[in-house]
């Protein structure tokens, strides 16, 4: 099993900048990616960045250039810099693990609670 708390968000004016957080706990061998997702109000959750096994990343049309996920394995902990944020950035962002077995290697999706991001113009 794996927890996922997510922290960091708030609001934040336009052009402005937000780091958020997401602590894991458990047991996270199985684990192979690690991705953020966001879901703004009347819209899909959709993915926004994602950490593939090697530590290599990709990211959605809207955050690539402005936002970064990165990891530290130290602290347990995985980020996401946004830098330049709109309000076309608002939304609930959330925290994600998936894992498994070289057959079924995303088998396990685990997420955490989410963390709002108000950005206003």
């Known amino acids: 099993q794996v927890q996922l708390v997510e922290s960091g968000g708030g609001s934040v004016q336009a052009g402005g900048s937000l780091r958020l957080s997401c602590v894991a706990s458990?047991?996270?061998?199985?684990?192979?990616?690690w991705a953020w997702y966001r879901q703004a109000p009347g819209k899909q959750r959709e993915l926004v960045a994602k950490m593939r096994p090697g530590g290599s990343a990709n990211y959605s049309d809207a955050a690539k250039g402005r936002f970064t996920i990165s990891r530290d394995y130290a602290k347990s902990t995985l980020y996401l810099q946004m830098n330049s944020l709109n309000p076309e950035d608002t939304a609930v962002y959330y925290c994600n693990a998936k894992g498994g077995d070289f057959v079924a290697p995303e088998l396990d999706d685990y997420w955490g609670q989410g963390t709002q991001v108000t950005v206003s113009s």
């Open positions: 458990g047991s996270m061998s199985t684990i192979n990616v």
